[in-house]
Nanobody, 119 residues
């Protein structure tokens, strides 16, 4: 499965951005991780293939919303009320059998897209 991410960019604190990721095949779950400079890659959000279950990192709950369009094999991450600490490279991720919050357990990765939030 290949993942193609899009979106990201530069925004002021309090602003919004939307990330999208399209998969070449169906997977059990899709989601996003992020990696800030000097830090480990961390889980952000994920959603099951039918959209009936979502999971979020505590740091983004209430601000980020993940959704999925199976007709297009696409997952989107709507990021609102962005903070400077959300600045990172965001990676689309997918798993064949589960939702994973550990970067080392992810089955498929997309390319990263930069999100920069200025204060």
């Amino acid at each position: 499965v290949q993942l193609q991410a899009s979106g990201g960019g530069l925004v002021q604190a309090g602003g919004s951005l939307r990330l999208s990721c399209t998969a070449s095949g169906r997977t059990f779950s899709m989601g996003w991780f992020r990696q800030a400079p000097g830090k480990e890659r961390e889980f952000v959000a994920a959603i099951t293939w039918n959209g009936d279950f979502t999971r979020y990192a505590d740091s983004v709950k209430g601000r980020f919303t993940i959704s999925r369009d199976n007709a297009k094999n696409t997952v989107s991450l709507q990021m609102n009320s962005l903070k400077p600490e959300d600045t990172a490279v965001y990676y689309c991720a997918a798993d064949r059998l589960r939702i994973t919050v550990l970067a080392g357990d992810v089955d498929y990765w997309g390319q990263g897209t930069q999100v920069t939030v200025s204060s």
